[in-house]
């Protein structure tokens, strides 16, 4: 450890860290020293991310809330604040699938993606960046996707992650002068039941477009958050760091194996 390494003083709170990618950056970032808060929907998966940290020696707790709803958000942090302290670490992991061909895309589906898969880093940042100005320090990292580029059938989704990456390059000029980073992560194909909510036959052809050959795991994003969320990416703010296997140079569904 050394002076720039967190404390368990240092909080990170990670939304819909119950299961998935999120399940595993929490485990990553305990390890790292942060006191994690795990967030989600669901009581069970939050409670047992966080005691599977404590149980592995580090730090956690957990807190119940639907990061899409904005006085919900905002009774999270209140309590995040009574309880262990101040955000100096947030991850917007939270999100939810679209996939659907536009004819098909209802105003609900619309309204349903967005909120979960955008407005939610939006209530989450705007309230951790309160505490986070006074304080002059502190991180943000927003899970947004590859799909944000552009795929079939995604049109609710690639807007949300979209605005995701937007958001994480207007708030990274916004916060620059106070020693705040915002970054984004957009991660490929990546192992979890959001992903496996598929046909295996729908999976093997989008395994195709993924020039490595394979799914990411869960703990390849969580190490790349746990890089832009520490000392280490100190001269990294605004940035998209793809995570998939090479998706974002070339990701053709017949792509030809040539290895
Ligand atoms: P996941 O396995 O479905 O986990 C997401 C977690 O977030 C679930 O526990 C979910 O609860 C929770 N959640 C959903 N809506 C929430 C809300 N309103 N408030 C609080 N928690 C909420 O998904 P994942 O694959 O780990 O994905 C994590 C992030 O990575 C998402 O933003 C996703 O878009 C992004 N991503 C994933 C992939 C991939 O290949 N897996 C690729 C690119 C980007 P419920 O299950 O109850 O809804």
Redesign the pocket.
Known sequence: MNDSDPTPTDVALV??G?????AAICHRLGSDGFHVVV????TD?AESTAASIVEAGGSASSVV????DSAAVNAMFDEIEGTVGVVSALVN?????GNAAIRNVTDEDWGRVLG??LT?AFFCSRRALDSMREERRGTIVN?????WLGWWGQST?ASA?AGMVGLTRALAVEMSSRSIRVNAI?????D????RNRTEEALARLLKSVPVGRLGQ?ED?ASAVSFLSSERSRTITGQVLYVGGGKSVYAYPDWPDAR
Not at 143 to 147: G, L, W
Not at 192 to 195: A, C, I, S
């Open positions: 939304t819909g119950g299961q998935g990618i999120g967030n989600d929907l669901a998966r809330a639907d990061v899409s992991n939270a999100g939810i699938g979960v898969d939610s899970i947004t996707s590859r799909a989704y992650k957009a991660p490929g194909l990546i979890t039941p959001l992903l869960p994003i």
